[in-house]
């Protein structure tokens, strides 16, 4: 009986080692991950600065605006402050 304990007592060591070590490499994937994501973040944001003069506020750049007609459905219209350019004119 005691050699049974002592069996499942390093089975249970070994896991709990190996869950831990699998923790570790979790956290640390995530940290890079989150790393990824602030440089995407900082681009974004740097790109955004720099076109805020030039993209259209109206359709906020995308040349479409979305109107409801008569029967209440929604359609996609060329914008008109932009000429369905998305640039400021």
């Given at each position: 009986?005691?050699?049974?304990?002592?069996?499942?007592?390093?089975?249970?060591?070994?896991?709990?080692?190996?869950?831990?070590?699998?923790?570790?490499?979790?956290r640390?994937?995530?940290?890079?991950?989150?790393?990824?994501?602030?440089?995407?973040?900082?681009?974004?944001?740097?790109?955004?600065?720099?076109?805020?003069?030039?993209?259209?506020?109206?359709?906020?750049?995308?040349?479409?605006?979305?109107?409801?007609?008569?029967?209440?459905?929604?359609?996609?219209?060329?914008?008109?402050?932009?000429?369905?350019?998305?640039?400021?004119?």
């Amino acid at each position: 009986m005691v050699d049974v304990v002592s069996a499942l007592t390093r089975k249970k060591a070994r896991l709990v080692e190996r869950k831990g070590r699998i923790m570790d490499d979790c956290r640390s994937q995530v940290r890079e991950i989150d790393a990824e994501i602030a440089d995407v973040n900082k681009a974004l944001d740097l790109i955004k600065e720099a076109t805020k003069d030039l993209i259209c506020p109206v359709c906020r750049g995308t040349g479409n605006v979305r109107k409801c007609d008569a029967a209440g459905d929604m359609d996609d219209e060329p914008c008109s402050a932009c000429k369905g350019t998305g640039i400021k004119i």
